[in-house]
């Protein structure tokens, strides 16, 4: 079964400030990778997927994550952080069941809290 | 507009009650979910539906149940047996895709805006 850790549970930057949020999953294949970003009492809306492809995905808001098989990892980062991206986000895998589909194959990581300073 | 509706955004249960949250959708995704979510603890599956009339537990089915007599439709019930509802829970609906270059399907997870449910 896949898994998925975020080593970080709570993160603090100022607003201008490089931002990298870091995700390492496990799985014995090939992954397809999400993330979702989370605003307080909101639901989960998709920043960016991995699916094949070039390892380097460019998502909503600015943000890019890059998928490095060697380390396992896909990291999040934006380049210079805004107040309004202070959320909770959120790094997935999915994987592929029996018989091709992936329905059901989602797993979430526990969550990275960014807290911006002006 | 094309989405996904959750009612009512808050819920309030009372002892031995059944409550149940409404889980709506037009985007013509064939497959929906239902999560919890605590504080500290992410995501976790309560159950799925790839297909009308057709379901499957997710991790933590106990004490929940569903229905899915139609597509756009997928209502969670909180049942008297789920002895710690309070919580935040989101739906979701879903799409598969098939990547290039045979690199296989795909879905890809949309979520509603969340129900919150507290016991009184």
């Known amino acids: 079964a896949q898994s998925v850790t975020q080593p970080d549970i709570h993160i603090t930057v100022s607003e201008g400030a490089s931002l990298e949020l870091r995700c390492n999953y496990s799985?014995?294949?090939?992954?397809?990778l999400f993330w979702y970003v989370q605003s307080p009492g909101q639901g989960l809306q998709l920043l960016l997927k991995?699916?094949?492809?070039?390892?380097l995905v460019q998502g909503i808001k600015g943000f890019e994550a890059e998928f490095k098989r060697s380390q396992s990892s896909f990291n999040l980062r934006k380049p210079s952080v805004h107040w309004s991206d202070a959320a909770e986000y959120f790094c997935?895998?999915?994987?592929?069941?029996?018989?091709?589909?992936?329905?059901?194959?989602?797993?979430f990581g526990q969550g990275t809290i960014l807290t911006v300073h002006p | 507009d094309g989405g996904i509706t959750q009612s009512p955004k808050y819920l309030f249960r009372k002892e031995g009650q059944n409550v149940t949250l409404s889980c709506e959708q037009n985007?013509?995704?064939?497959?929906m979910y239902w999560y919890r979510q605590d504080p500290g603890q992410g995501l976790r599956l309560i159950y799925y539906?790839?297909?009308?009339?057709?379901?499957q537990k997710g991790d933590i089915a106990e004490g929940y149940s569903v229905s899915r007599e139609k597509k756009e439709s997928f209502p969670l019930t909180v049942t008297s047996a789920q002895k710690n509802p309070t919580a935040f829970y989101l739906c979701?609906?879903?799409?598969?895709?098939?990547?290039?270059?045979?690199?296989?399907?795909?879905?890809?997870?949309?979520f509603g805006p969340g129900t919150r449910l507290l016991v009184l």
């Open positions: 979701a609906s879903s799409i598969e895709t098939t990547g290039p270059r045979r690199s296989g399907v795909r879905e890809t997870q949309y």
């Open positions: 799985y014995g294949a090939t992954p397809y």
């Open positions: 991995y699916f094949s492809g070039d390892t």
């Open positions: 997935a895998v999915g994987a592929q069941g029996a018989g091709g589909t992936s329905y059901g194959k989602l797993t």
């Open positions: 985007l013509n995704h064939d497959a």
């Open positions: 539906s790839q297909i009308v009339n057709d379901f």
